[in-house]
Structures are given as structure tokens and as C-alpha cells.
């Protein structure tokens, strides 16, 4: 069976090895699952358990027989490799192959199982970390798809990638996720001035997806990149980036900088077709000009995101065009 019938199917699927009750009550575990997915900070098994009782009018033994029967049922369809198992483990697209999703589903069956046989309490963003390091991917992509697979039990549907042209039109946006205080900054923010401008610590976001908007176009496989709406252009796809971590480090007289980037390329409907995580480290003594570190200013380390980006989604577009 091709994909493209497969997806449309998963819902279908999921309903007909399903009985009506236990329909109702997956649907209300699906959906305390995706809210909690979406959740910043720890949620615990015992609390969800008790919002599926609340919400279902069942007691707390049913509840967890119950959903140890509906985590048996998707267990076989992996034990079965059915077509409601290849159309799940394919939705990791272009980055996460179908034996890495296979294991990341099956951890996360495995710690469902713990969770609603026994009486401890498990941490779901624990859970999602160690799954994720079993299957071998980032904890951020590996909630990205198991909010993707609870969406698609919860609808019975998901949005498949588009056909995509080779030459693509991308819209780079951007977001500064990382507090600033001097107590991280140490040896840039020195003086009255840097304490009161710093904004330019703050959003290096706006001057990163600048960049990006002005190299990214030189890249094999990029037509063009807009960072808003255009009125004649309409992109293929829209790049993320959002820069989680921003710090300096300071030993002696020499400093260095250091970000952590999650970037993702996905279509404009939402399907993400990469995603990744950036460390890049600055050293801001030997690579800025003396003039600019002088003024604590912040121009090549920018320079030294966006390529960073640049070369990482470049590597990315090189294989999807060879493949």
C-alpha cells in the first residue's frame, strides 16, 4: 500500500480495532496526552490518570484496565507490521527514518504500560526524554512526534507533504527563547551603556534570520527567502529557528560566546520535513575585529549563526535533491 493511502486510512484503523467505550475513553487519553504534550515543565502520570477518570466517569481500575487493552492493541499492529504501524513510523519524515520512529512508539508504549500497571508516578517529560534517547533523537523532535501521533488518533486524519518543487521558496522567521541578565553575559556587559542596551542581547533572533534571508538564496535547492509576507511571492516552506540558549563565558581576558539553535524546515501546511538542534561557539577575542569588540558589538557572531544554519540546511537540501 502506497503512503498516500495509508495516511487517510490511520484514522479509519484506529477506529475499527476499537470497540465504542473504549473509543470514548481514547479519545479523552488522547486528549489529556496532547495538552500535556504541549505543556512547558513536568506533568505526572497519577494527575492524567485522575483527569481521564474525572472526564470518562470511571473509576481509577477501569481507567487503567482500559488503557492497558488499548496500548496491547497498538502494540500488535507493530508486532503485526500492519498497514496502521508503517503509516504511523512514516511519519517522522525525511530526518527520523521508520526504525527510529519504531522504537520511539514502542519505548513510549513500554513506559504507558509501567505507568497504568503499577502505582508509581511517572514524569511525562522524563518519559519523552528517555524514549527519545533510545530511539536515538532529540528530546524536541521526539514530543514534536508524539504530539503528531495523539493529533492523529485524536482526528483520524493527518496532513501529508505536498509534491515540492526542486528550487524552494522559504520564509525564515525566528524567536529569542533565552533570559538576560549580567550574570551571564560576563565581560560583555561591563559598563552603564552595554547594561542599558541590552536589547542587543536580547532579540538575536531579528539580525540572525536577516542573515539567513541574504545567504540562505546562494544555496543549492533555495530559490528564494522572504522573512514576511510578500505580495507577489508565496513560499514553499517555512524555516524556523529559535535560539534557546545565548551565554558568554569569560576566562582571563579572553571571551567566548555560546548558542544553542533548534532549527526545522517544514511545509507551509504544517509538515515538518527536518529538524535539528545547533551548538556554535564564538570566540570572541580571535574573530572579532577590535574595533567592534571594543564596543561589545555582536556582528560576526551573527555572521557565525546564520552559516551555521545555512551550511546545516544546505547539507539537508543537498541529499533531498540527490535522493
Given at each position: 500500500m502506497k503512503l498516500r493511502t495509508?495516511?487517510?486510512?490511520?484514522?479509519?484503523?484506529?477506529m475499527c480495532c476499537l470497540g465504542a467505550t473504549a473509543q470514548d475513553l481514547r479519545q479523552v487519553a488522547l486528549k489529556i496526552l496532547l495538552e500535556n504534550l504541549a505543556k512547558s515543565g513536568s506533568t505526572f502520570s497519577r494527575d492524567m490518570l485522575a483527569r481521564a477518570a474525572t472526564a470518562s466517569s470511571l473509576e481509577d481500575k477501569t481507567i487503567r484496565a482500559d488503557l492497558q487493552q488499548l496500548l496491547d492493541k497498538l502494540d500488535d499492529q507493530r508486532k503485526g507490521k500492519t498497514a496502521l504501524w508503517k503509516g504511523l513510523t512514516a511519519l517522522g519524515g525525511d530526518d527520523v527514518g521508520p526504525k527510529k520512529m519504531d522504537r520511539l512508539l514502542r519505548e513510549f508504549i513500554d513506559w504507558g504500560r509501567k505507568a497504568t500497571k503499577s502505582s508509581g508516578n511517572y514524569d511525562l517529560q522524563l518519559i519523552i526524554e528517555r524514549s527519545a534517547k533510545k530511539a536515538k533523537m532529540p528530546t524536541h523532535r521526539a514530543q514534536e512526534l508524539l504530539?503528531?501521533?495523539?493529533?492523529?488518533?485524536?482526528?483520524?486524519?493527518?496532513?501529508?507533504?505536498?509534491t515540492l518543487p526542486e528550487k524552494l521558496g522559504i520564509l525564515v522567521v525566528g524567536i529569542s527563547e533565552y533570559p538576560v541578565d549580567g550574570s551571564r553575559f560576563p565581560g560583555m556587559l561591563r559598563t552603564e551603556e552595554d547594561?542599558?542596551?541590552?536589547?542587543?542581547?536580547?532579540?538575536?533572533?531579528?539580525?540572525?534570520?536577516?542573515?539567513?534571508?541574504?545567504?540562505?538564496?546562494?544555496t543549492e535547492g533555495v530559490r528564494w527567502t522572504i522573512d514576511g509576507p510578500h505580495p507577489r511571492l508565496k513560499p514553499d516552506c517555512v524555516l524556523h529557528m529559535s535560539i534557546t540558549a545565548f551565554i558568554s563565558r569569560q576566562r582571563r581576558r579572553d571571551i567566548t560566546l555560546h548558542a544553542t539553535l533548534r532549527i526545522s524546515l517544514g511545509t507551509v501546511s504544517g509538515v515538518r520535513l527536518?529538524?535539528?538542534?545547533?551548538?556554535?561557539?564564538?570566540?570572541?577575542?580571535?574573530?572579532?575585529?577590535?574595533?567592534?569588540?571594543s564596543q561589545r558589538r555582536l556582528d560576526g557572531f551573527f555572521v557565525k549563526l546564520s552559516g551555521a544554519i545555512r551550511d546545516d540546511i544546505a547539507s539537508y537540501l543537498k541529499k533531498r535533491i540527490g535522493s
Open positions: 495509508i495516511f487517510p486510512a490511520i484514522g479509519l484503523l484506529l504530539a503528531l501521533v495523539a493529533g492523529l488518533g485524536l482526528r483520524g486524519e493527518v496532513t501529508t507533504a505536498p547594561i542599558n542596551r541590552q536589547t542587543r542581547f536580547r532579540d538575536i533572533h531579528l539580525p540572525v534570520v536577516a542573515g539567513l534571508v541574504a545567504v540562505l538564496p546562494e527536518y529538524s535539528t538542534e545547533l551548538e556554535v561557539t564564538y570566540d570572541y577575542a580571535l574573530e572579532m575585529s577590535d574595533i567592534l569588540r
